[in-house]
């Protein structure tokens, strides 16, 4: 079956006034959606359009030659967007205990996680996401280009931040360290707990 969009846990406006209703329909009805029907544009016929769209992104040396490059780009859009929002919205604001003792473990600190955290949002030049994954059962902060993913090198994703400018442009123009920072008020950590647990 073809890839479709994944339905959002959240009204657009939820999330103000740190993500606005405007750039948050824009983004998933379009920019997401724009990657969705492109992802299955160039898996058509190749024989991995009816895998996991993670699986496909672990694989890409697998593709056809032709494809690889616009299904990393689109697939990978499609698959950083899917994470993107689950780590949006939700009841809780603070980390699981379990999460903050492997954030204090890794970085020394909570604040210390952050600043590094942030770091990777604002140092990615252009377009580009920044992650805590895990890495061989370690805690890691990095930041991918464009739509590249972490889990074509074998990472798992706990925590994503899409810096791209479609991201945050309407409200906060060039200030992308305003929507750094206002991301943390808008964090789902539930998610990060769920997803952490499922990779021990």
Same mark, same amino acid.
């Given at each position: 079956? +073809?890839?479709?969009? $994944?339905?959002?846990?959240f009204?657009y406006?939820a !999330?103000e +006034?740190?993500?606005?209703?405007?750039t948050?329909?824009v983004?998933?009805?379009?920019?997401?959606? @724009?990657?969705?029907?492109? =992802?299955n /544009?160039?898996l058509?016929?190749?024989?991995?359009?009816?895998? $996991?769209?993670?699986?496909v !992104?672990?694989? !890409?040396? /697998?593709?056809p030659?032709?494809?690889? @490059?616009p299904?990393?780009?689109?697939?990978?859009g499609?698959?950083?967007?899917?994470?993107?929002? @689950?780590f949006?919205? *939700?009841?809780?604001?603070?980390?699981?205990a379990?999460?903050?003792? #492997?954030?204090?473990g890794?970085?020394?600190?909570m604040d210390?996680?952050?600043e590094?955290?942030? #770091? =990777?949002?604002l140092? %990615?030049?252009?377009? *580009?996401w920044a992650?805590?994954v /895990?890495?061989?059962?370690?805690?890691e902060?990095?930041?991918?280009a &464009?739509q590249?993913? +972490?889990?074509?090198?074998?990472?798992? $994703?706990l925590? #994503?931040?899409?810096?791209?400018?479609?991201?945050?442009?309407l409200?906060? %123009?060039n200030r992308r360290?305003?929507?750094?920072k206002?991301?943390? &008020?808008?964090?789902n950590?539930?998610e990060?707990?769920?997803?952490?647990t499922a #990779?021990?």
């Amino acid at each position: 079956m +073809p890839y479709t969009l $994944p339905k959002l846990l959240f009204s657009y406006d939820a !999330l103000e +006034p740190h993500i606005d209703a405007k750039t948050m329909e824009v983004h998933y009805s379009k920019h997401h959606r @724009t990657y969705c029907d492109n =992802a299955n /544009k160039f898996l058509a016929g190749t024989g991995w359009e009816e895998k $996991p769209i993670e699986e496909v !992104l672990k694989n !890409l040396d /697998k593709l056809p030659e032709d494809k690889r @490059t616009p299904v990393r780009n689109h697939g990978g859009g499609y698959f950083n967007h899917n994470l993107f929002w @689950t780590f949006l919205g *939700g009841d809780s604001r603070s980390p699981s205990a379990d999460v903050q003792g #492997a954030l204090d473990g890794a970085f020394g600190s909570m604040d210390a996680f952050r600043e590094k955290f942030e #770091a =990777a949002a604002l140092g %990615q030049f252009g377009s *580009g996401w920044a992650w805590l994954v /895990k890495n061989d059962g370690k805690l890691e902060i990095l930041q991918t280009a &464009n739509q590249d993913s +972490p889990v074509s090198s074998g990472k798992v $994703p706990l925590l #994503a931040l899409d810096v791209w400018e479609h991201a945050y442009y309407l409200k906060y %123009q060039n200030r992308r360290a305003d929507y750094v920072k206002a991301f943390w &008020n808008v964090v789902n950590w539930n998610e990060v707990a769920r997803r952490f647990t499922a #990779a021990a």
